[in-house]
């Protein structure tokens, strides 16, 4: 099987720094994905080798099967990304940079454009250079989505999204996703945002991929105790934090019944046990 999206043993470094460490992932087609980690984890140098923009010292990007720095323009076209900030072509106005991009795919607007043009609800006339930077961050999006691309890339889509422009995002997103089988991958510092869609969690950390979690391995194997129990049951420690409370993989449904300490975790306490 071709997969949307295949990183093999990635490794990148800047000034003798290791940057990514080592990252090996494929995306399954028609996932939604989560890319999770804190400030300079690699992230966005990630997402850069994935497109192709940036080189990594070794180790393979593949895009349906393609080396990530030579697609074909079919390729290129099946791709919509999402940059963390919107930058240059600031002299049009909203509607001309969106002219001026569908000359070059020679493709009329579809239906998926008139959907995300009234999420991002902007006016054609204005001058990009005028927009705010959530504005911006709204016709960003709206330019990688708008062709109905089958891999999504977004490098932190939502940071400058009121809230209301968020939860309608993602909302639209997973709406779009589900419908045309398409596959995303998402970084965000947002994450009860991609836990209401994401179907995985990628979390990384000084460059390495630490966790890779399905949402379904989450909420059934996975929970946090108030205090490590006597006997191990099987469980594998994740991770333990300074209140004693510790994060356990394994778990299962006849250990319901034994009165555990369990207490409550979302993604984020997770994610943050994790990367502490
Ligand atoms: N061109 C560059 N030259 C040198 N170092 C760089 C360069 N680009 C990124 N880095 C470093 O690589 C590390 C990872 O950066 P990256 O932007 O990938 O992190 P990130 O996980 O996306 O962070 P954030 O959540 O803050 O956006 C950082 O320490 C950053 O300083």
Redesign the pocket.
């Given at each position: 099987m071709l997969h949307p999206a295949l990183l093999d043993r990635l490794c990148k470094t800047?000034?003798g720094?290791k940057?990514l460490d080592d990252i090996s992932v494929s995306l399954a087609p028609g996932s939604i994905n989560a890319l999770l980690?804190?400030?300079?984890?690699?992230?966005?140098?990630?997402?850069?080798c994935l497109l192709g923009l940036l080189v990594p010292d070794s180790g393979a990007v593949r895009i349906w099967g393609e080396n990530a720095d030579k697609l074909s323009p079919e390729t290129r076209c099946r791709i919509g990304f999402v940059p963390?900030t919107m930058t240059g072509l600031t002299w049009f106005r909203v509607q001309e940079l969106k002219d001026y991009l569908s000359a070059f795919r020679n493709q009329p607007d579809g239906a998926e454009d008139r959907r995300w043009a009234d999420w991002a609800a902007l006016d054609p006339k204005a001058r990009i250079s005028t927009l705010s930077g959530g504005e911006r961050q709204r016709l960003a999006i709206v330019l990688a989505l708008r062709f109905s691309p089958d891999l999504i890339i977004l490098?932190?889509p939502v940071a400058s999204l009121d809230p209301m422009a968020r939860h309608d995002f993602i909302a639209l997103l997973s709406e779009t996703v589900q419908r045309r089988e398409t596959t995303a991958l998402i970084?965000s510092?947002i994450i009860s945002d991609l836990e209401r869609i994401c179907d995985r969690f990628l979390v990384?950390k000084k460059?390495r991929l630490i966790g890779d979690l399905s949402a379904e391995v989450f909420a059934g194997e996975i929970r946090r105790l108030a205090i490590w129990p006597d006997t191990a049951l099987g469980l594998e420690v994740l991770a333990d934090l300074p209140d004693g409370s510790v994060w356990v993989r394994g778990w299962r449904p006849e250990l319901d019944a034994r009165n555990l300490p369990v207490l409550a975790g979302d993604m984020e306490a997770y994610f943050l046990a994790l990367t502490r």
């Open positions: 800047y000034d720094r940057i980690g804190p400030n300079g984890a690699g992230k966005t140098t990630l997402i850069g963390q490098d932190e970084s510092h990384m460059g």
